[in-house]
């Protein structure tokens, strides 16, 4: 048997102190937010004459994410002090001007209502009325900084540093669609003014954050696991084909419309305003150019599978050549459709009358015309009314980067997928030495999952207490509630895979990439494509 | 699992097994065991998340029932589509016996996982191994071997034990077949979190049944000034939406209705809306009056029932006007009047006017007054004047700018001249939802637990060290250190190397990171 000793007091032993240097590494997070505060308090003193606008500080913002992100890769490759932390310093950069953005949008929201009210002799109503938590726009700039913040956390510890080389590019899309949504400022529903909302959303939006990089770390994980590129190749062009098959209303393959691409058209005057009808105008060439690279990407999917089961050499090669071009078809396609949306002038020209009908009974329930009443007007009626539409004087149609935000960054997504497998099968081996012990990174991505998954669980708690206080349930199996709950329950079988024998290490990888493209389900998806409460945001 | 590792299995099977035939199983006592063992195991469990998340994603995809535009989805949809769906429970998935049943047998996978389980966590903080050999130490995710003079054993090991303390492990310091060990953890509880986890998790499913079984939630419109005893609960068959109407105890009587807006010369939509306020006053028998002002995300509780405001009609009514009233007398002073909703105003002369009704969109259908739309249009309010004398008449009164509209625009009724200055808009009635939620107190403290106990699984571990000190010769030790920990593998390496660094007497500031 074992016996306990008391062990004499005065034996002298080495004390280990709680050691300060170690905060010295969180400076770039604590100088990106401090600094942003400053700003704010001092915009917030000073007024908006002589100050960037918030418009303005997240297109820094952008600039420093996606610099940060060119050095972070260098550095993967051809590691350099210099460079690792010049990346590290300009994402602290990039923190600071988003979160400056979004502190300086409170202040504006806030001014704007001010004239209105006061001018009535009304009552202000509290401050968070106005937290830049109120649509979309606000939510991906909080989202992006999210990100960035986890990534700063992360770059604590320095062979970690490399997440950034993922996690910012990805930012940087958010950051990209955000600018396709449009920042206008507009009144805040009613329902929403409540104090659950800026813990709910920024509950939201951190976790989602977070999410962002577990995901980063769990495609770095297969990557340094051993997963071959061609196999990732696979995967981000089925992501690419599924995309570019689906945008514009499937339009790009489809037998009728094949090799057309059309943008929304946009209809109301003015910055900031307007919306996107249902309605596409055709442009030139982006048709054409998104059908090569789909094309190319089908040939590609051939090659690599034939590689990986027969182990051909030249299947891979010519597989590696054609993931290339199709890479730059579909950065041509891109070019194209937003060089296209700004220059485009005769939009009536370029809608193909075919939609006549179809828009025509949607221009009727916009009118206020019951379902049935729209269902008695004859097809030539409603084609009518389409057409007069479109030709009507004073209502011009335009086109605007804003028509499809979601189409425009899912496209802009499956280039970054495509070009990353790009990057990744380049010296394959040389960035797997370079990265971390895959326990290291395993240990990373089950962190980060993990905090996912406590937040989610408190962003699903603050939603159904918010519900229950003001739409009378707590919980009612909305789109956007069901579609983070889904999340939580993916974010649950990561956790859980990884403690069941013979499914852990990849099993768990594949789990929290999955539970990240659901986020980015619930994010976007809720919002544009399905019905329901959460529609605003 | 296998059934020979699964000692749930050994405990069940034993007594189920036929007395002669301990050999051979019965086949249905092997089919019960391999059910639970199924039941029981982790890897089940992962694979009804996947299902569950699969079933809410064709909820999401599929419009439900009780989703607004679901009669213009459905129309839409195809007869192949509307029977299959139909068939499949699609259209209301959430309330599918098979989506009930997944959810039943999550929590019974749960409950059983976590009694597999529990047994070998609670072993952590039960028996705690105090001991180990060097090769087992050696084998531990972080570990070293270190030599150090002078002393005894023990107080080698009092060393170790002391600078284990400073990072505030918990140590034991034991003796065994000759040889010292140290053993020191911390956050031994952490192994349970996970049970808790599952605990809370279980409460929130519970007041969720409780709420689907016994609660009820409606609407009710109250227009000012009248009363309800009633709200009405709709229910959904496919597109066919039922309405019944559920008594209450009390009565509602509804004494004022406001709407609060941004720009209050803007509309009543609820883009330019800060608040809309309902007062009620709530009469109990057995229980007296109450008065309260149920809000935008400012509910009311009363005995079981919250009341919240839910929405309103948009029909264009004003709270209140204020009117300037000039007789027709040569040089009279005009006179303002402010006027409530159904209120009356005395003039000095001793005339009353009462507010009996306001129109948005005024417009005289032979003699009747009525509204065109539900804008502000063109206001008027209608106005009966009683004189002191007993006479009475009915007035419209308009603002200014509508002067030149019509035969009935600033005619003087009963001797006075009467304009519409300015009014208060608000809807015609404002409806509040009803609920009685018997579940909902459980969610909460479901919730309340499952923040707590998350916190307590993802921000602490479960940390452990053991040293084994033996004599290597006169006056030298060689001391094997090892530890691992269940959660937040870096933060444990960086306190291990810190500790053996501390422990070889090696400079622990030497090392600073980067920036």
């Given at each position: 048997m074992?016996?306990?000793?008391?062990?004499?007091?005065?034996?002298?032993?080495?004390?280990?102190?709680?050691?300060?240097?170690g905060?010295?590494?969180?400076?770039?997070?604590?100088?990106?937010?401090?600094?942003?505060?400053?700003?704010?308090?001092?915009?917030?003193r000073?007024?908006?004459?002589?100050?960037p606008?918030?418009?303005?500080?997240?297109?820094?913002?952008?600039?420093?994410?996606?610099?940060?992100?060119?050095?972070?890769?260098?550095?993967?490759?051809?590691?350099?002090?210099?460079?690792?932390?010049i990346g590290?310093?300009?994402?602290?950069?990039?923190?600071?001007?988003?979160?400056?953005?979004?502190f300086?949008?409170?202040?504006?929201?806030?001014?704007?209502?001010?004239?209105?009210?006061?001018?009535?002799?009304?009552?202000?109503?509290?401050?968070?009325?106005?937290?830049?938590?109120?649509?979309?726009?606000?939510?991906?700039?909080?989202?992006?900084?999210?990100?960035?913040?986890?990534?700063?956390?992360?770059?604590?510890?320095?062979?970690?540093?490399?997440?950034g080389?993922?996690?910012?590019?990805?930012?940087?899309?958010?950051?990209?669609?955000?600018?396709?949504?449009?920042?206008?400022?507009?009144?805040?529903?009613?329902?929403?003014?409540?104090?659950?909302?800026?813990?709910?959303?920024?509950?939201?939006?951190?976790?989602?954050?977070?999410?962002?990089?577990?995901?980063?770390?769990?495609?770095?994980?297969?990557l340094?696991?051993?997963?071959?590129?061609?196999?990732?190749?696979?995967?981000?062009?089925?992501?690419?084909?599924?995309?570019?098959?689906?945008?514009?209303?499937f339009?790009?393959?489809?037998?009728?419309?094949?090799?057309?691409?059309?943008?929304?058209?946009?209809?109301?005057?003015?910055?900031?305003r307007?919306?996107?009808?249902?309605?596409?105008?055709?442009?030139?060439?982006?048709?054409?150019?998104?059908?090569?690279?789909?094309l190319?990407l089908?040939?590609?999917?051939?090659?690599f599978?034939?590689y990986?089961?027969?182990?051909?050499?030249t299947?891979?090669a010519?597989?590696?050549?054609?993931?290339?071009?199709?890479?730059?078809?579909?950065?041509?396609?891109?070019?194209?459709?937003?060089?296209?949306?700004?220059?485009?002038?005769?939009?009536?020209?370029h809608?193909?009358p075919?939609?006549?009908?179809?828009?025509?009974?949607?221009?009727?329930?916009?009118?206020?015309?019951?379902?049935?009443?729209?269902?008695?007007?004859?097809?030539?009626?409603?084609?009518?009314?389409?057409?007069?539409?479109?030709?009507?004087?004073?209502?011009?149609?335009?086109?605007?980067?804003?028509s499809?935000?979601?189409?425009?960054?899912?496209?802009?997504?499956?280039?970054?997928?495509?070009?990353?497998?790009?990057?990744?099968?380049?010296?394959?081996?040389?960035?797997?030495?370079?990265?971390?012990?895959?326990?290291?990174?395993?240990?990373?991505?089950?962190?980060t999952?993990?905090?996912?998954?406590?937040?989610?669980a408190?962003?699903?708690?603050?939603?159904?207490?918010?519900?229950?206080?003001?739409?009378?349930?707590y919980?009612?199996?909305?789109?956007?509630?069901?579609?983070?709950?889904?999340?939580?329950?993916?974010?649950?079988?990561?956790?859980?895979?990884?403690?069941s024998?013979?499914?852990?290490?990849?099993?768990?990888a594949?789990?929290?990439?999955v539970?990240?493209?659901?986020?980015?389900?619930?994010?976007?998806?809720?919002?544009?494509?399905?019905?329901?409460?959460?529609?605003?945001? | 699992?296998?059934a020979?590792?699964?000692?749930?299995?050994?405990?069940?099977?034993?007594?189920?097994?036929?007395?002669?035939?301990?050999?051979?199983?019965r086949?249905?006592?092997?089919?019960?065991?391999?059910?639970?063992?199924?039941l029981?195991?982790?890897?089940?469990?992962?694979?009804?998340?996947?299902?569950?998340?699969?079933?809410?994603?064709?909820?999401?995809l599929?419009m439900?029932?009780?989703?607004?535009?679901?009669?213009?989805?459905?129309?839409?949809?195809?007869?192949?589509?509307?029977?299959?769906?139909?068939?499949?429970?699609?259209?209301?998935?959430?309330?599918?016996?098979?989506?009930?049943?997944?959810?039943?047998?999550l929590?019974l996978?749960?409950?059983?996982?976590?009694?597999?389980?529990?047994?070998?966590?609670?072993?952590?903080?039960s028996?705690?191994?105090?001991?180990?050999?060097?090769?087992?130490?050696?084998?531990q995710?972080?570990?070293?071997?270190?030599?150090?003079?002078?002393?005894?054993?023990?107080?080698?090991?009092?060393?170790?034990?002391?600078?284990?303390?400073?990072?505030?492990?918990?140590?034991?310091?034991?003796?065994?077949?000759g040889?010292?060990?140290?053993?020191?953890?911390r956050?031994?509880?952490?192994?349970?979190?996970?049970?808790?986890?599952?605990?809370?998790?279980?409460?929130?499913?519970?007041?969720g049944?409780?709420?689907?079984?016994?609660?009820?939630?409606?609407?009710?419109?109250l227009?000012?000034?009248?009363?309800?005893?009633?709200?009405?609960?709709?229910?959904?068959?496919?597109d066919?939406?039922?309405?019944t109407?559920v008594?209450?105890?009390f009565?509602?009587?509804?004494?004022?209705?406001?709407?609060?807006?941004?720009?209050?010369?803007?509309?009543?939509?609820?883009?330019?809306?800060?608040?809309?306020?309902?007062?009620?006053?709530?009469?109990?028998?057995?229980?007296g009056?109450?008065?309260?002002?149920?809000?935008?995300?400012?509910?009311?509780?009363?005995?079981?029932?919250?009341?919240?405001?839910?929405?309103?009609?948009p029909?264009?009514?004003?709270?209140?006007?204020?009117?300037?009233?000039?007789?027709?007398?040569e040089?009279?002073?005009?006179?303002?009047?402010?006027?409530?909703?159904?209120?009356?105003?005395?003039?000095?002369d001793?005339?009353?006017?009462?507010?009996?009704?306001?129109?948005?969109?005024?417009?005289?259908?032979?003699?009747?007054?009525?509204?065109?739309?539900?804008?502000?249009?063109?206001?008027?309010?209608?106005?009966?004047i009683?004189?002191?004398?007993?006479?009475?008449?009915?007035?419209?009164?308009?603002?200014?700018?509508?002067?030149?509209?019509?035969?009935v625009?600033?005619?003087?009724?009963?001797?006075?001249k009467?304009?519409l200055v300015?009014?208060?808009?608000?809807?015609?009635?404002?409806?509040?939802s009803?609920?009685k939620?018997?579940?909902?107190?459980?969610?909460?403290?479901?919730?309340v637990?499952?923040a707590?106990?998350?916190?307590?699984?993802?921000?602490?571990?479960?940390?452990?060290?053991?040293?084994?000190?033996?004599?290597?010769?006169?006056?030298k030790?060689?001391?094997?250190?090892?530890?691992?920990?269940?959660?937040?593998?870096?933060?444990?390496?960086?306190?291990?190397?810190?500790?053996?660094?501390?422990?070889?007497?090696?400079?622990?500031?030497?090392?600073?990171?980067?920036?």
């Amino acid at each position: 048997m074992s016996q306990a000793i008391k062990h004499p007091a005065t034996i002298a032993a080495p004390r280990i102190k709680f050691r300060a240097d170690g905060l010295l590494s969180f400076l770039p997070v604590v100088l990106a937010v401090g600094g942003a505060v400053a700003l704010a308090l001092l915009r917030w003193r000073t007024g908006g004459e002589h100050f960037p606008s918030d418009g303005a500080l997240m297109m820094l913002a952008l600039a420093c994410y996606l610099t940060a992100a060119i050095f972070h890769l260098t550095n993967l490759y051809a590691p350099s002090t210099l460079f690792q932390r010049i990346g590290l310093w300009t994402a602290t950069g990039g923190v600071f001007f988003n979160l400056a953005s979004w502190f300086v949008r409170w202040v504006a929201t806030y001014e704007r209502e001010l004239a209105v009210i006061t001018r009535q002799g009304g009552e202000m109503p509290w401050f968070f009325r106005y937290i830049p938590f109120a649509n979309l726009y606000d939510l991906s700039l909080a989202f992006a900084f999210g990100a960035g913040l986890a990534t700063l956390l992360i770059a604590h510890r320095q062979n970690f540093r490399f997440i950034g080389a993922l996690s910012l590019p990805l930012a940087s899309i958010i950051l990209v669609l955000a600018r396709f949504i449009g920042g206008e400022i507009t009144n805040l529903p009613p329902v929403l003014d409540s104090y659950w909302r800026p813990i709910h959303v920024g509950t939201a939006s951190l976790s989602y954050g977070v999410a962002l990089v577990c995901f980063a770390t769990a495609v770095v994980y297969l990557l340094k696991d051993g997963v071959k590129t061609e196999a990732m190749a696979v995967w981000s062009s089925l992501f690419a084909l599924a995309v570019i098959s689906t945008v514009s209303r499937f339009s790009v393959f489809a037998p009728a419309t094949f090799g057309t691409y059309g943008a929304s058209a946009f209809f109301g005057a003015g910055e900031g305003r307007g919306m996107s009808l249902p309605l596409r105008v055709e442009l030139p060439y982006v048709g054409w150019l998104l059908v090569a690279s789909g094309l190319l990407l089908v040939g590609g999917v051939a090659l690599f599978g034939r590689y990986l089961a027969r182990e051909s050499e030249t299947a891979r090669a010519w597989g590696r050549r054609l993931l290339k071009l199709s890479l730059v078809a579909q950065g041509a396609a891109i070019a194209a459709l937003v060089w296209q949306v700004k220059t485009l002038t005769s939009v009536v020209e370029h809608i193909d009358p075919r939609q006549y009908a179809k828009f025509g009974s949607y221009l009727m329930e916009q009118q206020g015309l019951a379902a049935q009443q729209v269902a008695a007007l004859s097809q030539s009626q409603l084609e009518r009314a389409a057409a007069e539409f479109v030709r009507a004087p004073g209502g011009e149609l335009f086109l605007s980067l804003r028509s499809n935000p979601v189409e425009l960054s899912a496209l802009i997504a499956g280039f970054t997928a495509t070009l990353f497998v790009v990057i990744f099968s380049f010296r394959t081996e040389r960035l797997r030495a370079a990265l971390p012990p895959k326990e290291k990174i395993d240990s990373l991505m089950y962190k980060t999952g993990g905090v996912t998954f406590a937040g989610l669980a408190l962003l699903l708690m603050t939603g159904a207490i918010w519900a229950n206080e003001s739409w009378g349930r707590y919980w009612g199996w909305d789109s956007k509630e069901t579609g983070a709950f889904v999340a939580f329950l993916t974010y649950g079988a990561f956790l859980h895979v990884r403690i069941s024998r013979g499914w852990t290490g990849r099993a768990a990888a594949y789990f929290a990439i999955v539970a990240f493209l659901l986020i980015v389900f619930t994010y976007l998806g809720v919002s544009y494509l399905l019905p329901g409460l959460h529609s605003y945001a | 699992m296998s059934a020979a590792t699964n000692p749930q299995t050994k405990i069940m099977s034993a007594p189920l097994a036929a007395p002669r035939s301990v050999a051979v199983p019965r086949p249905s006592a092997s089919v019960f065991a391999r059910a639970l063992d199924l039941l029981s195991s982790v890897r089940f469990g992962v694979v009804l998340l996947v299902l569950l998340a699969a079933a809410c994603m064709v909820g999401m995809l599929i419009m439900q029932v009780n989703v607004e535009g679901f009669a213009k989805y459905y129309a839409e949809l195809s007869p192949s589509q509307k029977l299959l769906y139909g068939s499949l429970g699609f259209f209301d998935i959430y309330h599918s016996w098979y989506f009930d049943a997944m959810l039943v047998v999550l929590s019974l996978n749960i409950v059983l996982s976590s009694i597999e389980r529990f047994p070998g966590a609670w072993t952590y903080v039960s028996r705690k191994k105090l001991d180990a050999s060097a090769h087992w130490i050696g084998g531990q995710e972080q570990h070293a071997a270190l030599s150090v003079e002078g002393g005894d054993a023990q107080s080698v090991a009092v060393r170790v034990s002391a600078a284990c303390e400073s990072l505030n492990l918990k140590t034991r310091v034991t003796e065994k077949g000759g040889k010292t060990f140290v053993f020191a953890e911390r956050g031994a509880w952490n192994r349970l979190g996970a049970y808790a986890v599952h605990v809370a998790l279980l409460v929130i499913f519970a007041g969720g049944f409780l709420t689907a079984q016994f609660g009820h939630t409606g609407q009710m419109a109250l227009e000012p000034d009248a009363s309800a005893g009633e709200m009405s609960e709709t229910f959904f068959q496919l597109d066919q939406p039922q309405t019944t109407t559920v008594a209450l105890p009390f009565e509602v009587e509804c004494t004022d209705i406001q709407q609060k807006l941004i720009d209050k010369s803007g509309p009543t939509s609820p883009t330019n809306t800060l608040d809309w306020l309902t007062s009620i006053r709530i009469k109990d028998p057995g229980h007296g009056e109450t008065e309260a002002v149920v809000r935008m995300n400012k509910p009311f509780d009363y005995r079981g029932y919250r009341f919240f405001q839910a929405s309103f009609v948009p029909e264009g009514k004003a709270r209140q006007i204020l009117l300037r009233v000039t007789p027709e007398d040569e040089g009279a002073q005009p006179q303002d009047v402010t006027i409530r909703r159904n209120g009356t105003a005395t003039l000095a002369d001793g005339t009353r006017i009462k507010f009996a009704d306001f129109f948005a969109d005024f417009v005289l259908e032979g003699t009747r007054a009525d509204t065109q739309s539900p804008d502000y249009n063109n206001p008027a309010a209608e106005l009966m004047i009683s004189k002191a004398s007993g006479e009475t008449a009915k007035a419209y009164a308009f603002p200014a700018s509508a002067a030149a509209r019509g035969p009935v625009v600033g005619r003087a009724v009963a001797g006075y001249k009467i304009q519409l200055v300015d009014f208060e808009k608000v809807g015609a009635a404002h409806v509040l939802s009803v609920q009685k939620d018997p579940g909902a107190g459980v969610v909460y403290v479901g919730f309340v637990l499952l923040a707590l106990t998350l916190a307590g699984v993802f921000f602490f571990a479960h940390q452990r060290v053991w040293a084994l000190v033996e004599e290597r010769g006169e006056g030298k030790f060689e001391v094997t250190i090892g530890g691992n920990t269940n959660r937040n593998r870096l933060a444990f390496e960086d306190r291990f190397r810190r500790l053996v660094k501390a422990l070889a007497g090696e400079d622990e500031e030497a090392e600073v990171q980067q920036i």
